[in-house]
């Protein structure tokens, strides 16, 4: 069981930069990569970034690559997204999600609560 709690969400203006933070706790945590979604109203879950609570680099998806990085506090249990130069379609639910390191994408079986991104002036 691996329990995953997101904070940092809030309402910013177009330009900002907004970090977001997922503190995993639980089981064995650091066999497990963490992963940010996000879920905009009306639309698919889109997978963002990932990366494992110890060891590795992270990985960002293309599309937010250059406005979004992902690193991690090992002491902490804790993964972190940047995201800087926001945009009005960054405006989402972002959730943390965990899966067994080494496993597909599809092996995403713990996630947080959801933390909202409100991108407007």
């Known amino acids: 069981q691996v329990n995953l709690v997101e904070s940092g969400g809030r309402l910013v203006q177009p330009g900002d930069s907004l970090r977001l933070s997922c503190a995993a706790s639980?089981?064995?945590?650091?066999?497990?990569?963490l992963g940010w979604f996000r879920q905009a109203s009306g639309k698919e879950r889109e997978f963002l970034a990932a990366?494992?609570?110890?060891?590795?680099?992270?990985y960002v998806e293309d599309f937010v690559k250059g406005r979004f990085t992902i690193s991690r506090n090992n002491a902490m249990n804790t993964v972190f997204l940047q995201m800087n130069d926001l945009k009005s379609e960054d405006t989402a639910v972002y959730y943390c999600?965990?899966?067994?390191?080494?496993?597909?994408?599809?092996?995403?079986?713990?996630w947080g609560q959801g933390t909202q991104v409100t991108v407007s002036s």
């Open positions: 990366i494992a609570l110890t060891g590795g680099s992270g």
């Open positions: 999600a965990a899966k067994p390191r080494g496993e597909s994408r599809s092996h995403y079986g713990y």
């Open positions: 639980g089981g064995a945590v650091s066999l497990y990569t």
